[in-house]
Every structure is written in C-alpha cells, then in structure tokens.
C-alpha cells in the first residue's frame, strides 16, 4: 500500500458554511487529480511495456483511462471530478481526521503521501509569494510557477522523466498536467485568498497503512 501521511492546513477559522464546503470540495478533487496523474503515468509504463512497438501511440489514447487497454479518444477529455474520484482506490481517499477552527486553526487530512505532498508544497510556494505585490500583479510569472512545481516537485518530475522515458513528448504530456495537476491546484488560489489556507505542513509521523 502506498505511503500515508497527515496534511495540515493552517488557516483561519469564521469560515462561512458555504465556503467551507467548496474548500473541502476542491482540495480534495485536487489530491484526487493529481492521484490520477500518477495511475494514467503507471498505466502509460504498463503499456509500453506489454506493447513496445512505434506504432503504439502514447498521450492521452495510450494512457488513458488508466489500466485500461481500450482507447479512449480525446473528445471525452477532461474528465469530470465525479470521474477522477472514481479512479480512486478506498484505501487511498482523503480522510478528514481533525479540524480546529480558531483563528487561527487547521484542517488535518489523511491521504496517500505522493498527493499531499503535491499540495504542500504548491501552497507553501503561493504562500510565499502573495507576500510580494508585485508577483500577484504578473501573470506570466505565475504561469511560470507552475511550470516550475512540476520541475521542483521531486514525484512530479519523477512522473514526467518515467513518461519521456517510453516516448511522450511535451505535447502528449500538456493535457495531463494541465487537467489533473495545474487546473485542480489552482483552484485552491481563492481559499488562500481568503485565508482559509495559509500555510501546510506534513508531520513526521507517517503510516503505511
């Protein structure tokens, strides 16, 4: 079973039940995506190998669905979030396992480790940027930071060298990254906006399962 770990979402409490609701919602669509991620990476691998001819193409009609033979064309692509959830494994879901909602508070979360780490250190960064004016005002430097997570994020760019590895290219990647991890992350910028999220941490204290 994969590596389990505690995400602890610092922020600040009051928090309207509407809001809270939407932010439970996409942080988990978020670690739910990035999950995915890694199994249609997995499946691009499996493929390759039980399939190790040119004529076999790679992207989304080679690694998609995950663990799936059958081609899937482009025109069911993106997934919906009620699609991404289905790809995940009981064992695997995020698990709210402790909530404080003082000012300030935190939301902890029990998940697979690959994924909450993904999303700590995407908030950590963003954390640290909001504190420059200028940066929020620069679009394309934040374009770029995300380009950046998927160079400094150690699984990430595990993920991608293993994909570049059997034959993918940039193009065949864009869409995987774009709709399970850049699109699914972003969608956190409004709660850390409104302080629901400030910063994240992952304990020492790990499980296995």
Do not use: C
């Amino acid at each position: 079973m994969p590596e389990q770990a505690r995400l602890r979402v610092h922020g600040q409490g009051d928090v309207e039940v509407e809001l809270a609701a939407a932010f439970l919602g996409d942080l988990k669509h978020a670690y739910d995506s990035v999950l995915l991620f890694d199994a249609t990476i997995d499946g691009m691998r499996r493929a390759a190998r039980d399939f190790p001819f040119p004529r076999y193409p790679f992207g989304l009609d080679f690694g998609w669905p995950p663990g799936r033979r059958a081609v899937r064309r482009t025109r069911d692509w993106p997934p919906t979030a009620e699609e991404v959830a289905s790809f995940v494994p009981h064992a695997e879901q995020l698990v709210l396992s402790a909530v404080n909602l003082a000012s300030p508070g935190f939301w902890e979360f029990l998940g697979t480790l690959n994924p909450l780490e993904v999303l700590r250190k995407y908030l950590n960064d963003r954390h640290e940027r909001r504190k420059d004016r200028e940066y929020r005002e620069l679009a394309e430097r934040r374009r770029l930071e995300l380009e950046n997570l998927s160079r400094e994020s150690r699984f990430l760019s595990e993920r991608i060298r293993i994909a570049k590895e059997i034959g993918a290219t940039d193009r065949d990647l864009a869409p995987l990254l774009n709709e399970l991890v850049y699109k699914p992350l972003a969608l956190l910028d409004r709660y850390q906006d409104k302080n629901v999220i400030e910063h994240t941490e992952i304990p020492a204290e790990r499980h296995t399962g």
